[in-house]
Structure formats: C-alpha cells, structure tokens
C-alpha cells in the first residue's frame, strides 16, 4: 500500500490494526442499537450512535476504503457499493429514525465482518493494517459528530472538509452540551 512511513519503534509498526479497531467500533455501535431498541425515548443515546457513527463512517472513508481499492483485487467495485451504502445510512442519520438507522448499522456491521475483513486480513501485510488502524483512530478524532451526505467521501478531499466540517459540529455540540461518545452515557 501507498502510505506515508510511521517512524518505527523497534523496527516494528506499533498500534491496533485496522480490523481490530474496526470491530470494537462496531461492536460499541450495535451496543447503542441494543440499548435504543430496548429504551427507544433514551434520547442521549442517540445522540451518541449519531456522533460515533458519524465519526466511524468519515474515518473508514479517509483510511479503510482507499486501502481496500490499493490491495484488494476488484476494491473499486467493493468500496463504491460501500460508499453508497454508508452515503445511504447519512441520510438516514438526518432523517433520525433510529430504528432504521440500526437496521442500517447491523447489515453494514455484518458486511464488513463477512466480506471486506476477511480480505484485509489476507491480502493485507499486518504492519500496513496497523498503520491504517493508527490512522483510523487519528481520523476518528477529527471527524464529524452529525451526518453530511453531501461533503466529499474520498481523499483527498474528505481529508480536508471532514476536519472542517468537525469544528463546526463540535462548536454546536458544545454549545448544545450534546453527548457524542459513550464513555460519557
């Protein structure tokens, strides 16, 4: 893969990879869609899956995505119809009715387990996965908390606006005291 060097710590590329940071990610979104299907009204709840999804969707977008279309035979076809389903779920998100948003959540969850972690973890050299898992845990921070559909899904430009477009969430956030991570339910 074409990413930029990690200074290496023991000759070694150090961190999570990819896939694991990935799977905690989602096993913490289908732990919020547990939670809102059993309290429907926990409205900080929701706020939160909206905020981590978001963020989650932005950082596969910048990192996981171009990795996939880099080393995966046939990856164009596999993240353009990923693309379309996370631009899908977006608009769910603005729409806000979180049952469909966590039927959404499970079928992207199980597609990403089923289908593009599997790849990764052949096609993939470990030290390459650990640097997308860095990166996707540095993406994460900077991400959006809400939904935008219609800024840009692939780099370079979604590395540019998704920072952007994340100061302004995390200003109204701030000013509306909004809860957007789970350490904080």
């Known amino acids: 893969m074409n990413l930029p060097p990690l200074p290496p710590i023991g000759g070694e590329a150090t961190g999570r990879n990819a896939i694991?940071?990935?799977?905690?990610?989602?096993?913490?979104?289908?732990?919020?869609?547990a939670r809102l299907a059993a309290d429907p009204a926990d409205k900080r709840a929701a706020e939160v899956l909206i905020a981590e999804l978001s963020r989650h969707l932005s950082a596969e977008e910048q990192y996981l995505y171009p990795a996939i279309k880099a080393a995966v035979p046939g990856g164009e076809d596999l993240v353009a119809r990923e693309l379309a389903?996370?631009?899908?779920?977006?608009?769910?998100?603005?729409?806000?009715?979180?049952?469909?948003?966590?039927?959404?959540?499970?079928?992207?969850?199980?597609?990403?387990?089923?289908?593009?972690?599997?790849?990764?973890?052949?096609?993939?050299?470990?030290?390459?996965?650990?640097?997308?898992?860095?990166?996707?845990?540095?993406?994460?921070?900077?991400?959006?908390?809400?939904?935008?559909?219609?800024?840009?899904?692939?780099?370079?430009?979604?590395?540019?606006?998704?920072?952007?477009?994340?100061?302004?969430?995390?200003?109204?956030?701030?000013?509306t005291r909004r809860t957007t991570y789970i350490s904080d339910l």
């Open 20 to 33: 694991d940071v990935l799977t905690e990610q989602h096993d913490d979104l289908v732990g919020l869609c």
């Open 85 to 175: 389903e996370d631009h899908a779920l977006l608009i769910e998100m603005q729409r806000g009715n979180i049952s469909d948003i966590s039927e959404k959540v499970w079928r992207h969850v199980a597609a990403d387990a089923e289908e593009l972690f599997p790849v990764l973890a052949e096609m993939v050299p470990v030290d390459d996965l650990i640097r997308v898992g860095n990166r996707i845990e540095t993406a994460e921070e900077a991400a959006p908390t809400r939904p935008h559909p219609g800024t840009p899904s692939s780099p370079p430009w979604n590395k540019i606006v998704d920072p952007a477009v994340a100061v302004v969430d995390k200003i109204r956030d701030a000013v």
